[in-house]
Every structure is written in C-alpha cells, then in structure tokens.
C-alpha cells in the first residue's frame, strides 16, 4: 500500500475518500480516480485486510460518473450522482433502496434519470449482491420462479 501510495502522488486513494467524492460531485474529480481506488481496494482486500463495502461504491461510482459524464455532455456534478446510483443498485441489488436514497441526496429533480440508471443496473448486475444472505426469487428478465442458488 506504501508503494501504491507513493507511485499515486497522494493518498487520495486510501481510506474512505470522501473529499474525493465531493469533488466528484463538483465536477472536479481526476478522470483516473475510479481506476486506481478500484486498484487500491482490490490490493488492500487480497492482501487479507478488512475495508468498507459501502464507501468505496460511492467513491468509485462518483468518480466514474463525473468521468463519463464529460464524455456524455453530462454536467460532472449529475452524472456523479448517476454513477453513485447506477454502482450502488448494481452492488445491492436493491433497485428502489437505490432510488430513495439518490433522492434523499441528491433531490427529486433526477428522478426518472435516477430510475432508469436503478433498473439497467439491477437487470445488468445478475444475481447475487454484496450480501450473500439476500435472495432473488424471480428471474430479473422473465415472469417466472428461479432458484437462485442454482445458477
């Protein structure tokens, strides 16, 4: 992590970043930032130790979102609060958890954007979640009854 850190510049990438985020959200967010929080995540858990599921989601999310907002002709700061939306359905496989909890932060006015960011992810995002207790007892793409601890 030492190396990592010293090759990164900086040590935006360790711990929970949430001036990162912010940024993101201002639209002032490096376009790499998602790259190398997902490197620096995926270092620190093979390496055996323990680190938040959440935060990083968000931090990553925001920051791939103010990236390809640019390229979509987004504002950085909604296309941040897309991809906080679109990661965090996708992880928990909670589309209308999702949805509530992007209007609580970031307003009603991206409703219908942020509805539509919750159900390509969740249909996208297969089946099983950061949580392994949770069930999907239907298929995401027909009407019918799946076993989901078959596929």
């Given at each position: 992590m030492i190396a990592l850190t010293l090759l990164a510049g900086c040590r935006d990438y360790n711990g929970a970043g949430g001036h990162v985020i912010a940024a993101a959200l201002g639209g002032t967010a490096k376009?790499?930032?998602f790259l190398l929080k997902i490197v620096f995540t995926a270092v620190t858990l093979?390496?055996?130790?323990?680190?938040?599921e959440i935060v990083p989601t968000l931090f990553v999310g925001s920051t791939f979102g103010c990236a390809a907002g640019a390229l979509l002709g987004l504002p950085a700061g909604f296309a941040a609060a897309l991809g906080i939306t679109g990661?965090?359905?996708g992880m928990t496989n909670c589309p209308i958890t999702s949805l509530l909890i992007s209007v609580e932060l970031f307003s009603a006015d991206g409703l219908l954007c942020y509805a539509v960011v919750c159900a390509v992810s969740y249909v996208c995002s297969g089946y099983r979640g950061?949580?392994?207790?949770q069930?999907?007892?239907y298929s995401k793409l027909r009407a019918e009854f799946i076993n989901v601890h078959t596929k």
């Open positions: 376009p790499e930032a093979g390496c055996g130790f323990k680190g938040g990661l965090f359905c950061l949580y392994s207790s069930t999907i007892l």
